[in-house]
């Protein structure tokens, strides 16, 4: 049994429906995570419980005894329970002490971050489309799992949750009802005097979602040209088809050095010219972990020669954060149409690839580039594609 397996079925699943901490202690990465947890101390009044591992092992026990967890098909209900034990391991570094209080600010993010170095290092959970698709849903629950508190109060309330549901199309284990039980188990594991009317909060989320048509999976939007336009705040009805006005397309690659960009793109855009980052660093003799500014400049105006010539082109970096939105939107804003191809590969055959490269990328680089991976999000752009290579 390897460890991804091992991780498993220390999960909750029938008919005990019950986490094993005793395995669970044992694996790779986790007994420092729980201890980690131990050390970070939170606000006594919205957490009697205690510190992050108490109410990490509260928050648990409520999802594994919620008849709705228990309904989910296998795949769905491993991804919920893992991301309901580490929902919380952004706290660990973000836990500060402000006015008196103890607030962790950002932990979402910050903890999907950690959870997807763990999952891809220790348990393999990369290289693989099943195993992608699934180590993202957890991430993507993590990030987001105070959503379900604020989200009805929000403007754009049905908009963003058409937006963040949409996430589904690549990581089909993720869907705004397996994040409002993440968050409703949150919740009962709070030991706090308003939790009725965080559990109330919940409950208006999930029928907010429901209501929008995207609780259980996407919206099928009418057209990825009207799932665009309202993504970038457009005021659109998801069925009305708009046309596409676009000349081209901008074809956007991201993933770590070593991951086979070039040779994805001779197979499949061999004619397509490129816009390479690499190769601007050869030509102006910047190394990879230097300053990488004076690249990124000349490379931007070259894609503007493209994209004033209407020429459909390739984008090829590493584009490993949601900066690239820079990017995304510059194209589009010279009337290109983006599609966003974000690849991964098995992480010894990465290391090794860049071994093999003439300019080869120090690995601690890339294990801090793996520290700061944020895969690209349905919503990016109007295509967005998750290879496994």
């Keep these: 049994m390897n460890a991804f397996e091992a991780l498993l079925n220390a999960l909750p699943h029938p008919p ?35 510190d992050v591992m108490a109410h990490t092992r509260l928050a648990c026990e409520a ?14 209900r491993n991804a919920v329970s893992l991301a309901t034990l580490l929902h919380d391991i952004g706290k660990i570094t973000c836990t500060r002490l402000a006015d008196g209080a103890f607030i962790a600010p950002n932990h979402g993010p910050i903890g999907a971050q950690q959870a997807r ?16 698709q699934f180590r993202e849903a957890v991430c993507l629950l993590i990030r987001y799992h105070t959503l379900p508190l604020r989200l009805f109060e929000r403007g754009d309330g049905p908009a963003h949750a058409l937006r963040i549901a949409s996430n589904g199309e690549l990581a089909p284990d993720f869907s705004l009802n397996a994040l409002c039980l993440l968050a409703e188990a949150d919740v ?26 995207c609780l259980m999976k996407p919206y099928p939007f009418a057209s990825a040209k009207t799932a665009r336009a309202l993504f970038s705040g457009g005021s659109v009805w998801p069925d009305q088809a708009l046309y596409d006005a676009s000349w081209g397309e901008a074809l956007l690659m991201c993933g770590l050095p ?10 499949q855009k061999p004619d397509l010219p490129q816009v390479c980052l ?4 050869k030509r102006l003799g910047i190394r990879p972990s ?25 984008w090829n970096a590493t584009s490993l954060t949601a900066l690239r939105a820079r990017q995304i939107s510059q194209f589009e804003d010279y009337g290109a149409r ?16 860049n071994a093999l490269r003439a300019d080869r990328v120090p690995e601690h680089v890339i294990a801090r580039m793996l520290e700061k991976l944020e895969p690209p999000q349905r919503f990016d752009a109007q295509a967005v594609e998750w290879r496994a290579v």
């Design 117 to 132: 170095k763990l999952l891809w290092t220790e348990y393999g959970l990369c290289g693989k489309t099943e195993r992608m």
């Design 16 to 50: 005990a429906y019950r986490y094993d901490w005793a395995a669970l202690k044992a694996l790779p990465g986790l007994d420092a995570l729980f201890s980690g947890m131990a050390g970070a101390r939170q606000n006594p009044v919205w957490h009697g419980e205690g």
């Design 338 to 353: 983006v599609r966003v191809v974000y690849l991964e590969t098995d992480w010894e055959e990465n290391l090794l690839r």
């Design 188 to 213: 009962r594991g709070h030991l706090c005097p308003d939790r009725q009317e965080r559990l109330d909060r919940v409950e208006l989320s999930r029928e907010l979602a429901r209501e929008a048509g």
């Design 258 to 267: 070593g991951t086979g960009k070039d040779t994805w793109l001779k197979a």
């Design 278 to 281: 690499d190769d601007w660093r």
């Design 290 to 314: 230097g300053d990488q500014s004076r690249a990124v400049q000349a490379a931007r105006e070259e894609a503007r020669g493209y994209l004033r010539s209407h020429r459909p082109f390739v």
């Design 63 to 76: 999802l594994a005894g919620l008849p709705a967890f228990r309904a989910l098909a296998e795949n769905q």
